[in-house]
């Protein structure tokens, strides 16, 4: 612990010291050793204060004073036998000299300022916070699930079970029911050091419990092989299939039937990526199996759809110029062929082609604030079938994502494809898709999502069929309770607007709980 502040330059202690210093100079000059030592031992034992700061010291027959007091400043002569110890004597003296004269330096004499936490023994501490890292808060929102270990892969089931209502009206036609529907999601992640395979699947099932309507059961399942091979290079393999029942809104759709057809797709493909320094190239194949079943009309027919079933394939290939890691234009190109089971279907018609397609963009990644890629170019296909025309248009195609604000994202995509018809003597149509998804956080274990979108379906000018264009809008909560439930709830509007023919409309809302691991 350091020494106290001195209040004065001049403290009692130090005041006794400098008189006795005094004292002692003049009797050195004026009397002799005896009378020296005399006096000295008179002005101690008169000081208190001195007399307790003193040390004592053996006289010059190595007796110890009776009063306990030495001699400041004593010496003496050379030949003198007392002075054989002189050594120790000078020593211990000056000793006592810098203690009773208070000859320790001060703080206030030198100028030396000590820092005053130097000198509490309650010293500061940091505050709490600063001492111990702060915790993220936890966000049951994103927070993903730990899974379930299965050998090197982690399983990631969701269920969800949910009941609705829906009402749906097609010109004078309307149908209202309700039902129960399970929808499962699963994702499946390799945990290799090198390489990855992830498996996802999601599926919905439906069963009505009142009123009349068609049930549309929906399944799904991809798996994506990536390869991290030397020298910037990644393969992928991908492979995956997808049930569904055929809407009743599509325009290839059978009018009037208690059921549609059910559709199965088989995709299998393979790519490769590679960087080139500033360039990046990436080339790919893809093949697609579709396979219609039979629809049942309403008075109990049943039509074969077989002459629909079809194998296609494109192969694609890009190319980009880095200007930044943040901004990367390319030039896309694509071929390809689809080749139907049945060389014409029931009405006469060779619905087989080909089709080409070039795009330029630019791939654009700030982070999470915004990324995405926007592309413009052009499509065409042609069918083997001189009574078809060919199908052209102008492409544009958009995927950003842009985060304005912390807990809110924003999707917006575009869309353009070329959709063959199996309508008799109508080649296809051409379908423009613009959708928006909106995702805020209400809350930290409340979120709100919102969708909307639009889709046109044009057609060529000298087809029967007219144009359409559906509208397409949907809200939803979703309610953490904790990392492994939640509970949810959705309503949504379908329109369906025809420029021929009745307009078509499609209410749905519903609640339910989604299990978590």
Do not use: C
Request: proline letters at 4%; charged letters at 25%; aromatic letters at 6%.
């Amino acid at each position: 612990m350091g020494h106290w502040r001195h209040t004065s330059s001049l403290t009692p202690l130090r005041a006794a010291g400098v008189a006795v210093s005094v004292v002692l100079a003049g009797l050195e000059l004026a009397a002799p050793t005896s009378a020296l030592a005399q006096s000295a031992r008179t002005a101690a034992s008169s000081s208190p204060l001195s007399q307790s700061a003193y040390i004592a010291t053996p006289d010059a027959t190595g007796d110890q004073p009776d009063d306990g007091t030495a001699i400041p400043g004593a010496t003496a002569s050379a030949d003198d036998p007392a002075n054989a110890n002189d050594g120790t004597a000078n020593a211990t003296t000056a000793t006592t000299r810098q203690t009773t004269s208070g000859d320790q330096p001060s703080d206030e004499t030198t100028g030396s300022i000590l820092d005053e936490d130097m000198m509490r023994l309650n010293t500061r501490e940091a505050p709490l916070d600063e001492r111990r890292p702060r915790k993220p808060d936890v966000n049951l929102s994103t927070e993903e699930t730990p899974g379930i270990r299965v050998g090197t892969f982690v399983l990631r089931p969701t269920v969800t079970q949910s009941i609705n209502t829906e009402t749906q009206k097609d010109g004078d036609v309307k149908q209202t029911r309700a039902f129960l529907e399970t929808d499962m999601k699963t994702t499946l992640t390799s945990d290799w050091a090198l390489h990855q395979l992830l498996i996802t699947s999601e599926g919905a099932w439906q069963k009505n419990v009142s009123g009349e309507g068609e049930e549309q059961p929906d399944f799904r399942i991809n798996g994506d092989l990536r390869l991290d091979l030397p020298e910037e290079t990644t393969a992928h393999i991908t492979g995956g299939y997808h049930f569904y029942r055929e809407d009743t809104d599509d325009p290839n759709a059978i009018q009037n039937a208690d059921q549609q057809s059910d559709v199965q797709e088989f995709t299998l493909g393979a790519s490769i990526e590679r960087d080139f320094g500033i360039l990046r190239g990436s080339t790919g194949i893809d093949f697609t199996r579709t396979i219609y079943s039979d629809a049942t009309l309403s008075d109990g027919t049943v039509v074969s759809l077989s002459d629909r079933d079809q194998t296609s394939g494109t192969l694609r290939g890009r190319i980009g110029y880095e200007l930044s890691p943040a901004l990367i234009p390319f030039l896309e190109g694509n071929v390809g062929k689809t080749v139907y089971d049945q060389t014409t279907d029931v009405a006469g018609y060779q619905r087989s082609g080909d089709s080409y397609g070039a795009k330029v963009g630019v791939e654009v990644d700030l982070g999470e604030k915004l990324r995405g890629e926007v592309g413009v170019g052009y499509e065409i296909a042609s069918f083997d079938d001189n009574r078809l025309s060919d199908i052209d248009a102008t492409v544009l195609d958009a995927s950003v994502r842009w985060s304005p604000l912390r807990g809110t994202d924003i999707d917006f995509g575009l869309q353009t494809s070329l959709q063959p018809s199996t309508t008799p003597g109508v080649a296809g149509y051409i379908s423009r898709a613009m959708t928006t998804t909106v995702t805020h956080q209400l809350r930290d274990n409340l979120v709100g999502t919102f969708l909307g979108g639009i889709t046109l379906r044009d057609y060529p000018s000298d087809s029967t069929i007219s144009d359409e264009t559906v509208y397409t809008t949907s809200a939803g909560l979703t309610w953490n309770i904790n990392r492994y439930l939640d509970l949810t709830s959705t309503i949504g509007y379908e329109l369906t607007s025809r420029k021929v023919g009745a307009d078509s409309q499609q209410w749905r809302a519903g609640v339910g709980l989604k299990l978590k691991r």
